[in-house]
């Protein structure tokens, strides 16, 4: 089963909140420069909790608008299935099968169909546009809320 577009911006949302850098001088470069931008927030005049939400906030930002613009990019040619018919997939997948594979004809037929299904979408240029708008699309109401949120934390000033 296919993970539908938002569960996927989501899990890559949160990726991007949770992964870090993994060595201790990158944990120590990324712990400094938030700390300079929270610093520079309390010099604005931000207490210390509003200062690390607004940079909180802004990496959210930054995060969204990035995965916002590799939306555009194009899967590589080598990625995607190549143009094939479903008995040329069958055939293939015979081929490839060692005989001790033991596969009754219905899951091949539903393998088959998988892989047709998946040539399908890598070699039909509208729908991949379609996937590419939707995910644009779904990813801007998601920075509208970051948006949002970033303001929000920069009138919270006191």
């Given at each position: 089963?296919m993970?539908?577009?938002?569960k996927?911006?989501?899990?890559r949302?949160?990726?991007?909140?949770?992964?870090?850098?993994?060595?201790?001088?990158?944990?120590q470069?990324?712990?400094?420069?938030?700390?300079e931008?929270v610093?520079?927030?309390r010099?604005l005049?931000?207490?210390?909790?509003?200062?690390?939400?607004l940079?909180?906030?802004?990496?959210t930002?930054?995060?969204v608008i990035?995965?916002?613009?590799?939306?555009?990019?194009?899967?590589?040619?080598?990625?995607?299935m190549p143009?094939?018919?479903m008995e040329k997939?069958?055939?293939?997948?015979?081929?490839?099968?060692?005989?001790?594979v033991?596969?009754?004809?219905r899951e091949l037929?539903?393998?088959?169909k998988?892989?047709?299904n998946?040539?399908?979408k890598?070699?039909?240029?509208?729908l991949?546009?379609?996937r590419?708008?939707d995910a644009?699309?779904?990813?801007?109401?998601?920075?509208?809320r970051?948006v949002?949120?970033?303001?929000r934390?920069a009138?919270?000033?006191k």
């Amino acid at each position: 089963m296919m993970t539908s577009v938002s569960k996927l911006l989501a899990n890559r949302a949160n990726a991007q909140k949770s992964a870090g850098p993994k060595s201790k001088v990158g944990k120590q470069a990324s712990s400094n420069l938030k700390a300079e931008l929270v610093n520079d927030a309390r010099r604005l005049g931000y207490s210390d909790k509003d200062a690390a939400a607004l940079v909180d906030a802004s990496y959210t930002n930054r995060s969204v608008i990035l995965a916002k613009y590799a939306t555009y990019v194009e899967q590589p040619i080598e990625g995607r299935m190549p143009n094939m018919t479903m008995e040329k997939i069958e055939e293939l997948l015979e081929w490839w099968m060692s005989p001790e594979v033991k596969v009754t004809p219905r899951e091949l037929r539903y393998i088959v169909k998988l892989h047709f299904n998946k040539v399908k979408k890598d070699n039909d240029r509208v729908l991949r546009l379609r996937r590419k708008i939707d995910a644009h699309r779904k990813l801007t109401r998601y920075e509208q809320r970051a948006v949002n949120r970033l303001r929000r934390a920069a009138k919270d000033r006191k």
